[in-house]
């Protein structure tokens, strides 16, 4: 393989990781923890900078 | 010097891209290629440096062991310094630089709301967005919620889950829960969630448990621990559990035992949960709002604010996964909402600063509308699914009626990629909502596309208008606060 400098491409926002499990600890559901947030933002969408 | 990945993270690896992320800080990373053969060298166990630079020199071409070791040496420590890693002369240092989650700090991981991570590499992207784009022709899953039993031991009045299921419940034997538990570790999946009907009614959930950990992989339990035994604490701390979630409706035991239906039950888990807590094992409460308990939520705030939990409620409210909105009677209306949103305003310092702040939540990255609406609403179909006792695959919890495929007939992966359902999902886009993204609410508006569909007789693109008059209602309270905020500003 050729070699470069290993490459840091993507890491999680400040408002937490989606991916890495929601920051909420649950998707979706009754639990969404989201959901607590008079500013809405939803599920996915609650780590997007705004 | 020795290296070894901390007890809290979970590496994976693809041909085009390593990823690890930490369960205790809530951080991730994404790495290149390059990055990914590094990543496949750490492991659990501690292992030399010199004997992975020699690993690494026999894979790539054209680099001398000193400038593989300069840059290898550079990974290791950007790892180490947001925890991803520990790295010392001993395994007994290693241990020693090892973070446990405890509460006997002033604020426990689990508190924390801020998980930015400090690199001095610039990067361009989020993980999010990097998974929900770079894997869009071709989505691996990365969570799975298991309802181990559905069985449940209690009957709360909102519940999504219809009560006759409970009722005729039933366990997933383990073999069948181990078969699909090694194909989703084969997939590549790291989080697996363990819940019902009530988890722990499943005679072998530490045997689970213990399995997930062989399999490496991130657990979250839902239970209500109303059956949590003292002698299963122990082990659900050596499996380093991510986070055990229950819910807790009031501290007025008549409250709680009303919504559940079954008597005793908050005392049964408000003792749990202390048991957990002193066990330094992560706890959630979840504090649903309904009629019932709208008025004393409050109280179960300040009690886990007290014990240090994270606690967080709810005033949505889903309809059930049979399509009935019977439940749906017990959710605040409107003007109840109103209360509560005010309330959250009033009483949650963290939101009333980030509110009066008005501070970007990053710099590092800009919002882009138009990359937004091509984005999927949420993971579904894209890097989560669950599974029920009877091996009917579904796209996220409470959708059981939207079924992808069974288990006992076919593979998890066939499911995962071959379901003409699942596929029908992948192409639901945020464009898939135009009025939405146009509307003057967006911001303040979650769109969900199972709470749709249980409450419209099935259509995940029918947007009940309670939820609207919600999110219209969230930017009215939050516009008028702000203004009286500037005014006050003003003035003073």
């Known amino acids: 393989m050729k070699y470069e400098k290993a490459k840091l491409i993507a890491k999680n926002l400040p408002t937490g990781s989606y991916a890495a499990g929601c920051p909420s600890y649950n998707k979706g559901g009754d639990n969404c923890l989201i959901q607590n947030n008079p500013r809405g933002k939803g599920c996915s969408s609650c780590e997007r900078a705004k | ?492």
Not at chain 2, 186 to 215: N, P, Q, V, W
Not at chain 2, 323 to 334: F, K, Q, W
Not at chain 2, 375 to 380: L, M
């Open chain 2, 1 to 492: 010097m020795l290296i070894r990945q901390s007890k809290n993270t979970f590496i994976r690896c693809t041909d085009k891209y390593g990823y690890i992320i930490n369960q205790l800080t809530r951080q991730d990373r994404v790495y290149d290629k390059i990055g990914a053969t590094f990543l496949k060298q750490i492991d659990r166990m501690p292992k030399d440096v010199d004997s992975i630079l020699k690993e690494l020199l026999k894979e790539f071409d054209e680099v001398s062991f000193i400038e593989l070791k300069k840059d290898f040496l550079e990974f290791v420590s950007s790892l180490e310094q947001s925890k991803f890693i520990v790295s010392g002369d001993t395994p007994e240092e290693l241990d020693k630089k090892d973070l446990d989650f405890t509460y006997n700090i002033c604020i426990p991981k689990t508190l924390n709301d801020d998980f930015s991570q400090h690199t001095n590499e610039k990067v361009s992207n989020n993980t999010q967005d990097f998974f929900l784009e770079e894997v869009q022709g071709e989505p691996k899953i990365s969570a799975l919620q298991f309802e181990l039993s559905s069985r449940c031991n209690e009957r709360c009045i909102h519940c999504y889950i219809p009560s006759a299921k409970k009722q005729t419940g039933s366990d997933m034997p383990i073999e069948k829960v181990k078969s699909i538990i090694d194909e989703f570790a084969e997939m590549g999946g790291i989080h697996i969630t363990l819940s019902g009907g009530e988890a722990f009614l499943h005679k072998d959930i530490l045997e689970i448990c213990k399995y997930c950990r062989e399999k490496d992989l991130k657990i979250s339990i839902l239970s209500n621990l109303i059956s949590l035994k003292d002698d299963q604490i122990p082990i659900l701390k050596e499996v380093n559990l991510s986070i055990i979630q229950t819910s807790l409706y009031s501290m007025d035991p008549l409250i709680h035992d009303t919504i559940t239906t079954v008597k005793g039950s908050w005392q049964k888990t408000k003792e749990a949960i202390e048991k957990l807590v002193a066990a330094d094992i992560p706890v959630q409460i979840s504090c649903p709002l309904m009629k019932a308990n709208k008025d004393g939520y409050k109280e179960v705030l300040a009690y886990a604010q007290q014990l240090k939990i994270k606690a967080q409620t709810d005033y949505i409210m889903m309809a059930q996964a049979n399509l009935e909105t019977g439940n749906l009677a017990n959710r605040l209306s409107l003007e109840e909402t109103e209360k509560v949103i005010r309330d959250i305003i009033e009483y949650d310092l963290d939101y009333k600063q980030e509110l009066m702040l008005k501070r970007p939540r990053s710099s590092e990255f800009e919002f882009n509308k138009e990359r937004f609406s091509r984005q999927p609403v949420c993971g579904v179909g894209y890097d989560n699914c669950c599974i029920t006792v009877n091996g009917d695959v579904y796209p996220c919890a409470g959708w059981q009626d939207y079924v992808l495929g069974n288990v006992y007939n076919q593979s998890l992966k066939d499911i995962w990629v071959k379901s003409e359902k699942i596929k029908q999902l992948r192409n639901i886009t945020q464009s898939s909502f135009p009025k939405c993204l146009d509307c003057e609410a967006f911001d303040y508006c979650s769109r969900c596309l199972v709470r749709n569909y249980n409450e419209t007789n099935g259509n995940m693109f029918e947007i009940p208008k309670h939820f609207c008059d919600v999110a219209f209602l969230n930017m009215r309270i939050v516009k008028e606060y702000e203004a009286t905020f500037i005014k006050t500003m003003y003035t003073s």
